[in-house]
C-alpha cells in the first residue's frame, strides 16, 4: 500500500487528494466524482503540464505526476482533440468495410442461392399453424390456472419497490446506443437516476410498470417450474436412460402434435447387458417414449422438454396473459420469445430455457452462435428480426443461402399479407406504422457497439457433453450474466434498520420478565410460526387469528404483545388480543410494504434465536450486539467493482434477506464495494457484520480491508483489517467491533483481498450490516 497525495484541478477549483495506490485509476475515479459531480465514466485525467498526458485505467499511478487535471467528456466533445478525431475515423474505417463485406454477401448470393424461396416458406407455415394457437380460449384458461398469479403479484411489487430493475433497465438502453452522443445520453439519464430516485421504493406503480414486472417473474417461475429433458427417466424403474432410436407415433400422441417420439431404454450397451446378466441382476427392459408434443395444452400438463417445448409453453403463457408476443425461430436450432414491452417501448427477447431477457447478443456473443435467419412468427405477421441478435450483419449474410434477400422479404410480405387478411383497415395501419418504426430501429442500432462491460455466458440448459457437440458451451462454461462496471445504486432498505430496532423493546421485556432463554427462545419460536402463516396467506388480505391460552408458549408470548407493537407497525400489520386470549393479527397498511418486509423480519428470528442460543446469560450485559442490532446504517449509495446480473446486484448486500447476495464475477482476488452516507451524513461506525451467502462456500470473503472517509472518498482511513477469516456454515454472520473510535464518516469502502477458493473466479457475500454510535 503507496499513500500519495495528488493536486486536482478542474477549472477554478483544485483539490488535494490523499489516495492509495493499491486501489487503482477506477476507484480514484469515484473520489473525484465525490468531489467534483462529474461520473466516473465521464471524467478524463490528465497531467497538469505541457505534455497533457492522459491518465487510464491501467495506468500505474506511482508513476505519473502529482499535479492532475479533470476533463469531463462534454468538455472533450467540444475540444474535439486530434486523437478523437483519428478514433472516429478508425470507427469509420470498420463502418466502411463492413458495409463492403455486406455488399459482396449480396453479390454472391445472387450465384450461389436458389431464388426459389419454396424451402424458406415451407419452415414457417407450421409455426404460423401453431402461434394460432396461443389464441385459443380453453388454452390460455388451462395456462393461468398452473400460474401462481397471486404470488407472482407480490414478488413483482416487492421489485419494484425495492427499485431493483430501473437501473438494469437503464443499462438497456445502453446497449442500443448507436452513437457517442447516445453513449453520453445514458452516462446523464443513469447520474439523473442517481440523484433524483426516490429512497422509499415504487409503492405506486403504474399499469405498465406492473405488466413489465409481472413478465419479469413469470419468466423466472417458468423457468424453476418447467422442466429440460436430456433423456427421459425409465417409465418402470426410473432409471436413466440411453436414446436408442425414434418410434413411430401413437393416435394419442398425434393428437397433440407429437409427430416425432423419441425411445430410450435403461441399457443398450454389450457390455453393460453382461455385467447385469451375470450378477443375476433384475433389469428394466422397458422402453421409454418421448413424445415432441407442439401442442401447447399438452405442453401445460406435461411441462417437459427441450427448447422447442419451453417456448412454445412459455409464450402459451404470455399471451394467456394479454401479453403481446412472438415465437422466435432461430434457423441454427433454437427457439424463444419475443415480448412487446409497453415500459420500454419496444420488443423485448426472452428466453425461458436460460431465464434470461433483454439480451438479444446471448447468442452470438454468449452461445457463439453462427446464425443466419431469425424469424419472428405472430398472429399478425412473420417478421425478419435477425438484425436484432447480431452485430456481425456482413458475416451473417454470407451464411443466408436458403433464399436470396429479395424472395426471403417476398415470402414474408405474403404470408403476412395472409395473416391479416380479416384484419379491420384501422388494425392495419397500426401495424404497419409499429412494423415501419421496427425496421427502423432494427436498421439503426445494426452497427452499434454493443456494450463490452456486459458479457454474455454461453449457453446453460442441457448436459455439458449436449452443448459441447453443439458449439454452444461458449468461452467460459462458468459464465453468467455478469456486468463488470455496475452503476451506483441507491439501497432502499431503510425498512431493515427500522425491523431491527423494534426488536429492542421484545428483548428487553424478556429481560426484564425474567424470562429464561429456553422460554425466549420457544416464545421466539412461536412467533416465527405465526409470520411464517401469515407469510402464506393471500398478501393482500393476511390475515391470522390463534388462541394464546393453547400452550405456554404462547402464553408468554400473550405477556409480550404489549413490547411487539413497534415490530407490528413495522410490518404494517395491527394485533389485537381479547380478553379470552384471541390474538388476531392482520394487515394495517400497504400489503406490499408488509410482503417486502416479512422476510427481513422472519431472517432477523432465525439470527436472534441463534444468537440467543449461543448467549451464555440473558441479561441487559446481552442487550448488544450480534443479539441486539441497533443504529443500523441504511439508505446509502453503492459502487462495486462488478456485480451479476440481475440477481447478484450490489444492493443486494444491503436489503436483509438471506435469499439475495451480492456477487462479483471476477472479485476472487480482489474486488471492491463503496458505501456513500445519504444527504452527507457523518456518523462514527461502532460494527459490522458479514454474513455467508446460500452456497458455494469457495466465494467466501477471507480477507479484507475495512476504511473510512470523512470527505467523500478524497481520502481514506483504515478501520479494520481481518485475515484467514472462514464461515462455517452458510448464513453465518459474523460480528466485528471497531476499534478505533471517534472518527465521523460519510463512506466506507470495503477490499475484499480473497476468497477461500482463489481457483473459483467469483467472491459472493450473503449481506453487509453497518452500526453506528447511538449519538
Not at 401462481?148 to 411489487?157: A, D, N, Q
Not at 463488470?484 to 426484564?512: G, K, M, W
Not at 447476495?661 to 462514527?684: M, S
Not at 453465518?732 to 473459483?760: E, Y
Request: proline letters at 4%; hydrophobic letters at 40%.
Amino acid at each position: 500500500m503507496v499513500a500519495r497525495k495528488f493536486s486536482v484541478r478542474h477549472h477554478e477549483s483544485s483539490f488535494d487528494v490523499d489516495y492509495d495506490t493499491d486501489d487503482g485509476v477506477e476507484v480514484f475515479k469515484f473520489q473525484l466524482f465525490s468531489l467534483t459531480s462529474i461520473p466516473p465514466d465521464q471524467l478524463k485525467i490528465v497531467s497538469d503540464d505541457d505534455h497533457q498526458r492522459p491518465v487510464s485505467d491501467d495506468s500505474d499511478l506511482l508513476s505519473i505526476c502529482d499535479d492532475l487535471k479533470l476533463v469531463s467528456i462534454e468538455e472533450e466533445l467540444v475540444s474535439n482533440s486530434a486523437k478523437e478525431q483519428e478514433e472516429l475515423l478508425k470507427s469509420d474505417e470498420e463502418l466502411a468495410r463492413m458495409l463492403q463485406a455486406e455488399e459482396e454477401a449480396l453479390l454472391l448470393q445472387q450465384y450461389v442461392v436458389d431464388d426459389d424461396g419454396g424451402d424458406f416458406e415451407n419452415r414457417l407455415r407450421p409455426y404460423i399453424t401453431q402461434v394460432l394457437m396461443y389464441e385459443d380460449p380453453i388454452r390460455q384458461d388451462a395456462a393461468r390456472k398452473i400460474v401462481p398469479v397471486e404470488e407472482l403479484e407480490e414478488k413483482s411489487f416487492v421489485a419494484l419497490a425495492k427499485k431493483i430493475s430501473e437501473p438494469y433497465l437503464l443499462d438497456m438502453i445502453g446497449i442500443e446506443r448507436f452513437s457517442r452522443f447516445c453513449s453520453l445520453l445514458r452516462k446523464i439519464w443513469k447520474l439523473i437516476w442517481f440523484i433524483f430516485a426516490s429512497p422509499e421504493g415504487n409503492f405506486e406503480p403504474s399499469i405498465i410498470e406492473q405488466r413489465h414486472a409481472f413478465l419479469l417473474q413469470l419468466l423466472f417461475w417458468f423457468k424453476q417450474s418447467f422442466r429440460w429433458v436430456d433423456a427421459p427417466p425409465c417409465d418402470g424403474c426410473g432409471n436413466e436412460t440411453t436414446a436408442i432410436g425414434m418410434g413411430a407415433a401413437l393416435p394419442a400422441e398425434i393428437q397433440y402434435g407429437a409427430h416425432r417420439v423419441e425411445l430410450y431404454s435403461t441399457f443398450i450397451a454389450f457390455d453393460v447387458l453382461i455385467i447385469f446378466m451375470c450378477s443375476s441382476c433384475k433389469f428394466c427392459s422397458r422402453i421409454t417414449r418421448f413424445p415432441r408434443y407442439n401442442d401447447p395444452l399438452k405442453l401445460v400438463e406435461t411441462r417437459k422438454g427441450r427448447c422447442g417445448e419451453w417456448a412454445n409453453c412459455f409464450t402459451l403463457y404470455c399471451r394467456a396473459f394479454g401479453y403481446e408476443c412472438r415465437l422466435i425461430l432461430d434457423f441454427t436450432d433454437h427457439v424463444w420469445t419475443e415480448c412487446f414491452s409497453q415500459s420500454l417501448g419496444r420488443w423485448m427477447h426472452l428466453d425461458p430455457c436460460e431465464g434470461i431477457y433483454d439480451r438479444p447478443l446471448l447468442y452470438e456473443k454468449g452461445w457463439d452462435k453462427k446464425l443466419n435467419y431469425v424469424i419472428a412468427i405472430a398472429k399478425d405477421g412473420v417478421y425478419d428480426v435477425t438484425k436484432r441478435y447480431t452485430r456481425k450483419w456482413h458475416e451473417v449474410l454470407s451464411r443466408r443461402n436458403i433464399a436470396r434477400e429479395e424472395t426471403v422479404s417476398s415470402v414474408l410480405t405474403k404470408l403476412t399479407r395472409e395473416c391479416r387478411r380479416n384484419f379491420a383497415s384501422e388494425v392495419l395501419c397500426a401495424l404497419e406504422d409499429r412494423d415501419k418504426s421496427e425496421m427502423e430501429a432494427l436498421e439503426r442500432f445494426l452497427h452499434s457497439a454493443d456494450d463490452s462491460s456486459v458479457s454474455l455466458p454461453g449457453r446453460q440448459s442441457g448436459n455439458k457433453e449436449w452443448r459441447i457437440l453443439r458449439s454452444e458451451i461458449g468461452a467460459d462454461d462458468n459464465c453468467s450474466l455478469s456486468c463488470s462496471s455496475c452503476p451506483v445504486r441507491v439501497c432502499i432498505d431503510e425498512h431493515v434498520t427500522i425491523i431491527y430496532n423494534a426488536f429492542s423493546p421484545v428483548l428487553s421485556q424478556i429481560v426484564e420478565n425474567d424470562i429464561s432463554k429456553s422460554r425466549a427462545i420457544e416464545v421466539l419460536t412461536s412467533f416465527k410460526g405465526i409470520l411464517v402463516d401469515l407469510r402464506k396467506a393471500p398478501y393482500k388480505t393476511r390475515r391470522v387469528s390463534l388462541n394464546t391460552n393453547s400452550n405456554d408458549g404462547l402464553k408468554v408470548l400473550r405477556q409480550l404483545v404489549p413490547s411487539l407493537g413497534q415490530l407490528f407497525d413495522a410490518l404494517f400489520l395491527k394485533s389485537k388480543l381479547d380478553a379470552d386470549g384471541r390474538l388476531d393479527i392482520g394487515l394495517a397498511g400497504d400489503p406490499v410494504k408488509t410482503s417486502l418486509s416479512l422476510p427481513v423480519v422472519l431472517d432477523a428470528l432465525d439470527d436472534m434465536i441463534h444468537d440467543l442460543n449461543s448467549c451464555n446469560n440473558l441479561n441487559r450485559d446481552s442487550l448488544s450486539l450480534p443479539l441486539l442490532k441497533l443504529n443500523r446504517i441504511h439508505s446509502g449509495s453503492v459502487l462495486a467493482s462488478g456485480e451479476e446480473i440481475p440477481f447478484g446486484i450490489a444492493i443486494s448486500a444491503f436489503d436483509g434477506t438471506r435469499s439475495s447476495k451480492w456477487e462479483e464475477p471476477n472479485g476472487a482476488k480482489g474486488c471492491w464495494i463503496i458505501y456513500k452516507l445519504a444527504d452527507n451524513q457523518k456518523l462514527e461506525l461502532v460494527a459490522y457484520e458479514l454474513m455467508s451467502a446460500n452456497d458455494v462456500p469457495e466465494r467466501d470473503p477471507m480477507n479484507w480491508v475495512l476504511q473510512a472517509s470523512g470527505d467523500g472518498g478524497s481520502s481514506w482511513r483504515l478501520l479494520d483489517k481481518q485475515t484467514s477469516q472462514m464461515f462455517e456454515n452458510r448464513f453465518q454472520r459474523k460480528t466485528f467491533k471497531i476499534k478505533s473510535t471517534g472518527f465521523l464518516s460519510n463512506a466506507f469502502r470495503f477490499r475484499f483481498l480473497a476468497v477461500r477458493d482463489t481457483s473459483n473466479p467469483r467472491f459472493q457475500i450473503g449481506s453487509i450490516d453497518l452500526y453506528a454510535s447511538s449519538s
